[in-house]
């Protein structure tokens, strides 16, 4: 039989190896009990849940105790599926917006009155904004509700963050103002108002400034496929109106200079105006002016029939704010 050799070597091999296997063993329970942040987890998450991140669902009440009005049936819910089920003919202008669900609900009181609540959940606070300027009615009178409202034949109309609802009566009886007034006090209380204006549109100076004239455009503006993410105000100067836009990404410039190629082409150019150091481009489309310019990366526009010196003072202010904002 051969004769055995006790390879010393080996042993230390084998036990050197095996030496660290504790310390792995620790470092491994140590990272499994940390919190982790990888692929799976993020900051926002951390940080609690968006204000952005809303439900796409209303509950109404079912009841209007104080008017006397009771939900007819259960919500009803639509998506992008169904939403022609509920406003054929007109679930495309909500889908440019980005339309994510509407929560409706009827509700009758005892005299025969009737009211309908529609509310729109969009994918955002602007496009919530851009729906309800779309469909705001020149005739109404402007409320203090939401973000901005109006009332107009009897019916109202708010946005408020991402939500655009609408609330309309009929049957013209009593009682159907106590319900509009109530489901408008619920509503309220179901949807949160932003904890702060939007920044976009508090951007445009405030004197002279039309009530409830804001709007966006998330794409197509003025008619153009190459501008979008735009918002408006109007101002009131020499008895006329004047719409001011403002477009502000890395690709303002751009779109500046292609709309002025657009206009060039479409409408009657005039020569550019020095206002307070910045060239304003000028043009007369159907008889009205359309002004524009750059600061930095913001592209602005004022349209209207209001006479030169107003349009020039307005510019004045609108280059003010573009320059302040620039310093702060």
Known sequence: MAKKYDNRAARWLRLVLLLPLPIIAFLLWRSGDETRRGLFESALSAAGTPATILPSKLYLPAHLPGAGFN??????????????????????AFFRFGFVSLTFAAYAGENGGALDVYAYRMDRRE??????????????????????????????????????????PSGGVAGL????????????????????????LAWFPAAGRVENS????????????????????????????ITVFRQRSDSAVAMYDRYCNFLAANAEPEDAKNVAGVAVARYIDYGERIWLFTIDDSF???????????MKKLANELIAAGQREQTE
């Open 71 to 92: 939900m007819a049936d259960t919500s009803q819910y639509y998506d992008k599926e169904n939403l022609y089920v509920k406003i054929d003919g007109h679930d495309v």
């Open 127 to 168: 496009n919530a904004l851009g729906v309800y300027a779309a469909e705001r009615s020149d005739d109404r009178t402007n409320l203090s509700v939401a973000e901005a409202g109006y009332e107009s034949g009897g019916a109202l109309f708010f946005y408020c963050g991402p939500w655009y609802v609408q609330i309309i």
């Open 177 to 200: 103002a106590a319900a509009t007034r109530e489901i408008l006090d619920s509503l309220g209380r179901i949807i949160p108002v932003p904890a702060a204006p939007s920044a976009a």
């Open 214 to 241: 804001d709007g966006y455009f998330p794409d197509n503006a003025f008619g153009v496929d190459f501008i979008g993410d735009v918002f408006t105000t109007q101002y009131r100067a020499g008895g006329e109106l």
């Open 300 to 310: 602005i526009g004022l349209t209207g029939s209001a006479p030169e010196d107003d």
